[in-house]
Every structure is written in C-alpha cells, then in structure tokens.
C-alpha cells in the first residue's frame, strides 16, 4: 500500500462529507434517519418533499460512496497488473471506505455534531436535547459502518480479482 491511498481516502471523505454538511445547511431533516432516536421521537417524520429530496442527495451520494472505492481499486489492478493480489483489493477498498468512517465520526459526528452542535444542525423543538451530545450514539453508527466496509470490501475485492 502507498500513501496513494491515504490521499484517496482522504479526497473521498471530504467529497462525501461536502455533500452530507451542504445539504444539512439546507435541511437538516434530509438527514434525521442519521439522528439519535430521542430526537426523531420529538419531530413530525420527513414530509414527502424531504423525502424525494433526500432521495435526489441519496443517489449521487450512493454513487461516490460505493463507486470511488471500487474506481480506485480497479484503476490500482490496471497499473499493477500481475503483482495485483486480493489482499492488495480489500485493504485499497477497506482503507478507503475507513477513513470516510473515521472522519465522520470523528469530524462530522463527535466534533461537530455534539461538541460545537452549531443551530443549523438543531431540529425546530429540539433544542436543549441532550442526544445531541450522543457520543456513543455516533459510535455505534461507526462500528456499523466498519462492519459493512469490511463485508462490501470483501465482496468487491473478490469480483475486481477474478
């Protein structure tokens, strides 16, 4: 591995986190399935606008989050050619997909999220709640996403091998 891969994942995380804060500045509420349950207990569900918005979001975000790693990791086959192994494949996809992981939990979520909590992040009838200083809360979501980058990165790497 090479500090290619570092810069990659770093360049990923940024774009994936540009889309995630530009469209909370707009709409928080896009991103509610991403809040602590005692917030979303305390707001109306997402409207049928927010939804087909989110979806809008959703998909480009989709895109960049399962494409780039899998780019990335055919574009590193291609140049290595024969000395490309399966290992190689996972730990391109795994370090790519766990720094995203590491910079939204520990930017986005931790930092951003529950320490400096800016108003743009606080749901209208929410203010004062204590979830949104949830660390765990956000933790937990990590853990879960570690755990879905090693399966997809399995997956992947398996089908960019054959």
Known sequence: MSVKVLWEGLIY???????????????????LNDYP???QNMVPENTKEEKLIKGLIGIPFLLIMFGY??????????????????LIAFFNMLIICSIFNLFDLLILDWLIFCRINP???????????????????????????????????????ILISL
């Not at 995380?13 to 991103?31: E, G, K, Y």
């Not at 108003?119 to 979501?141: E, S, V, W």
């Open 13 to 31: 995380a940024c774009v994936l986190s540009a889309i995630v804060t530009i469209s909370q500045f707009f709409n928080p509420r896009l991103w």
């Open 37 to 39: 349950k005692e917030i």
């Open 69 to 86: 790693p899998i780019y990335s990791t055919y574009a590193l086959k291609i140049s290595m050619g024969t000395s490309f192994t399966i």
């Open 119 to 157: 108003k743009y992040l606080i749901l209208k009838g929410t203010n004062g709640a204590r979830a949104y200083q949830d660390y765990n809360f956000h933790l937990r979501g990590a853990r879960k996403g570690f755990r879905i980058s090693v399966l997809v990165s399995a997956v992947i790497s």
